[in-house]
């Protein structure tokens, strides 16, 4: 497969979440410690307590098709995830879908066809230890084959930054982290306006999954270095470069 951006689109992190417990219908409960971690975009903080039948329901506020969803496991588990749809809270439809062997970072799951507000993740073999994001949406294929480049930079040196009442936050800047560079030449100006609803979507906020091949990745976890640039190369084709800085938390 092309390569292939994984993005919220449906406004999926900032949806209302609730934990209870699901195998067959869902009921709220106090099941799961710090639930809020599932979209809070640090990727080292897990959930607690996910054990079997436990279940995180996110209702997204109106019925919204979707075909992925990618869950971030800190550990690897053989305990299936199930995630079940519904047009209401408690009722789940006969369509279900399973995340089997999840392995250490981002895992990602095509998603059955059908509008549904509710979208509810269901430990159904047993724990789930290390589940520490989710997020859902509709994948952007890229529209050609991009050139990438990808540099590790590092830089030295602590900034210190001051706040009204005298505090002071200091920022490490000892670590290494990846700049990626995509360029996609000759695109159409449908190519065009695709790209550029993912751009303005994402902006420089939110984080999103670049996967080099669509697949089997390496998923890398990032946000958008600047908005989107492109140049007409012919009429109605375009270039486009795409900047992106790879995130460690």
Not at 19 to 27: E, I, L, P, Q, V
Not at 69 to 81: E, G, H, L
Not at 136 to 153: E, Q, S, V
Not at 164 to 193: C, E, V
Request: glycine share 6%.
């Amino acid at each position: 497969m092309a390569a292939t951006i994984y993005y919220d689109n449906v406004s999926s992190r900032s949806a209302t979440l609730t934990d209870g417990t699901g195998a067959s219908s869902f009921s709220s409960s106090d099941s799961l410690t710090n639930e809020e971690r599932a979209t809070d975009g640090d990727i080292t903080q897990t959930i607690g307590s996910y054990a079997l039948n436990d279940a995180l329901q996110f209702n997204l506020g109106s019925a919204i098709e979707l075909d992925f969803a990618a869950i971030y496991f800190t550990t690897a588990t053989s305990n299936d995830v199930k995630v079940r749809r519904g047009s209401s809270s408690g009722t789940y439809h006969s369509v279900s879908n399973t995340l089997a062997d999840a392995v250490v970072g981002w895992n990602i799951k095509t998603l059955s066809s059908g509008t549904y507000q509710y979208r509810t993740f269901v430990a159904t073999q047993g724990t789930l230890d290390g589940v520490s994001e989710i997020f859902m949406g509709n994948a952007l294929t890229l529209p050609i084959a991009p050139t990438a480049n990808i540099i590790t930079a590092h830089k030295f040196g602590t900034e210190e930054v001051k706040a009204h009442g005298a505090n002071r936050y200091y920022i490490s800047k000892h670590d290494n982290y990846k700049i990626l560079t995509l360029s996609l030449d000759h695109m159409t100006t449908a190519n065009k306006t695709s790209m550029l609803t993912f751009s303005n979507t994402v902006t420089d906020r939110e984080p999103f999954i670049y996967s080099e091949d669509g697949t089997t990745g390496p998923y890398h976890w990032v946000r958008l270095v600047r908005p989107l640039t492109f140049r007409m190369v012919a009429p109605n084709i375009y270039s486009c470069q795409v900047v992106m800085r790879e995130l460690t938390s």
